[in-house]
């Protein structure tokens, strides 16, 4: 089985520009969280999307935005970029939101901002 | 909110010694409390987690313990290997959502062969 995708793997955009990055949940999960991973801050979460719907939301400004999709990929937006936008973006995926499913995270996506 | 404390941040041993790793939190509603694995370069995986209604749980070389009084929890790795450097998070949750994590800083395992 197919684990989590993100893309693109690398990003370079500067100050200002908005950027969309991607993710594509394990096969059968519907489930999808987004988190930030900064050397400063480690793993910090972002949000949560179940059946099309964000069910919860880290603290993070209004400039960072996601949405899922019917067959449960997700889309995360960050909208007039800053340089402490630099991050490592995970996504990780559960079967659904009980007990018995564990997070699966992605790759990444690493964001530089210039 | 939830807040994690992780120590120590970095922790060298020797292979075939054990390493333990302790986090404490502050919700005493939390009640989900996973240990992830990540490799430099490489995304976290899940290693071992435990619920608030179990007080230890093994697998292999690897074991985890809660104290929900005091609340703390902590990683234990017995025989380690040189293929266990990596850096290790914990992480707590809320009955809210399991797929909402509060994680600490991590630490970082060097095993020396």
């Known amino acids: 089985k197919a684990g989590v995708t993100q893309t693109p793997r690398y990003l370079i955009k500067t100050r200002g520009q908005q950027v969309t990055l991607s993710c594509s949940p394990i096969?059968?999960?519907?489930?999808v969280s987004w988190y930030q991973q900064t050397p400063g801050q480690g793993l910090q979460f972002l949000f949560e999307?179940?059946?099309?719907?964000?069910?919860n939301k880290g603290n993070f400004p209004g400039r960072f935005s996601g949405r899922q999709f019917s067959n449960s990929r997700s889309e995360m937006n960050v909208s007039t970029l800053e340089l402490g936008d630099s991050a490592l973006y995970l996504c990780?995926?559960?079967?659904?939101?009980?007990?018995?499913?564990?997070?699966?995270f992605g790759n990444g996506t690493r964001l530089t901002v210039t | 909110g939830e807040n994690v404390e992780q120590h120590p941040s970095t922790l060298s041993v020797q292979e075939g010694d054990s390493a333990v790793i302790k986090c404490t939190y502050s919700?005493?509603?939390?009640?989900?409390f996973p240990w992830y694995k990540q490799e430099l370069g490489k995304r976290p995986q899940l290693i071992i987690d435990?619920?608030?209604?179990?007080g230890e749980k093994k697998d292999q070389r690897i074991a985890v313990t809660l104290n929900k009084t005091a609340k703390h929890f902590s990683l234990h790795i017995t025989e380690t290997q040189p293929e266990d450097s990596a850096v290790y998070f914990c992480?707590?949750?809320?009955?809210?959502?399991?797929?909402?994590?509060?994680f600490g800083k991590g630490t970082m395992l060097l095993v020396s062969p």
């Open positions: 096969s059968g999960h519907r489930s």
């Open positions: 999307y179940f059946s099309e719907t964000q069910r």
């Open positions: 919700d005493s509603a939390s009640n989900y």
């Open positions: 990780a995926s559960s079967r659904d939101r009980g007990p018995n499913s564990p997070l699966h």
């Open positions: 435990i619920r608030s209604n179990v």
């Open positions: 992480a707590a949750s809320l009955n809210s959502g399991y797929s909402t994590l509060t």
